[in-house]
T-cell receptor
Framework: ETGVTQSPTHLIKTRGQQVTLRCSSQ?????VSWYQQALGQGPQFIFQ???????GRGNFPPRFSGLQFPNYSSELNVNALELDDSALYLC?????????????FGAGSRLTVL | DQQVKQNSPSLSVQEGRISILNCDYT??????FLWYKKYPAEGPTFLIS?????DKNEDGRFTVFLNKSAKHLSLHIVPSQPGDSAVYFC??????????????FGEGTQLTVNP
């Protein structure tokens, strides 16, 4: 059983640029969610996708967007990067129904915005 | 508005002793609580959970206690081992039917178990 894999592991961008982060879900999981973890903070929910549609969103602006593909892999896109977007971005997958709250996380993509 | 709070950023314990990590929440709609452990350069891994219909759940060395009236939960690790050294996150949910995979996390507590 493969876990959740994310790419790239690290990247550096400048203010105003755009970034795409990728995630492969754990086998058998059909829901993917993305979290932002700023330094010294806990992960903060960005949004979740189920059946290729956004199905719940946290307090993040529209320049944060995502995609889920038929194979349940996912992308997180962030446009017009700001310095405060520097963080660890975590992807998590889960099933539906009882146990949907028990997420399997990837190791994350660390984004630095200069 | 921090709905889940872990007031201790760090905790140091001697090997073999008990580790107690605490978590408080403010939203009475939360009905499912989880603890995650995170090692450096790895993603958080699920440790143990508890539903609001229970006040205790035990899994090996790990026990979670829930006090709904006080909106407080705690994680007990007995006996503590050096491999338990990690950041521990408390998380809360309004149940999978309502929130799916949406968890609200605390800030984390760095546990260090000294040999």
């Amino acid at each position: 059983e493969t876990g959740v894999t994310q790419s790239p592991t690290h990247l550096i961008k400048t203010r105003g640029q755009q970034v795409t982060l990728r995630c492969s879900s754990q086998s058998g999981h059909n829901t993917v969610s993305w979290y932002q973890q700023a330094l010294g903070q806990g992960p903060q929910f960005i949004f979740q996708y189920y059946r290729e549609e956004e199905n719940g969103r946290g307090n993040f602006p529209p320049r944060f967007s995502g995609l889920q593909f038929p194979n349940y892999s996912s992308e997180l896109n962030v446009n017009a990067l700001e310095l405060d977007d520097s963080a660890l971005y975590l992807c998590a997958s889960s099933g539906r129904g009882w146990g949907a709250n028990v997420l399997t996380f990837g190791a994350g993509s660390r984004l630095t915005v200069l | 508005d921090q709905q889940v709070k872990q007031n201790s950023p760090s905790l140091s314990v001697q090997e073999g002793r008990i580790s107690i990590l605490n978590c408080d929440y403010t939203n009475s709609m939360f009905d499912y609580f989880l603890w995650y452990k995170k090692y450096p350069a790895e993603g958080p891994t699920f440790l143990i959970s508890i539903s609001s219909i229970k006040d205790k759940n035990e899994d090996g060395r790990f026990t979670v206690f829930l006090n709904k009236s006080a909106k407080h939960l705690s994680l007990h690790i007995v006996p503590s081992q050096p491999g338990d050294s990690a950041v521990y996150f408390c998380a809360a949910s309004m149940g999978w039917e309502t929130s799916g995979s949406r968890l609200t996390f605390g800030e984390g507590t760095q546990l260090t178990v000294n040999p």
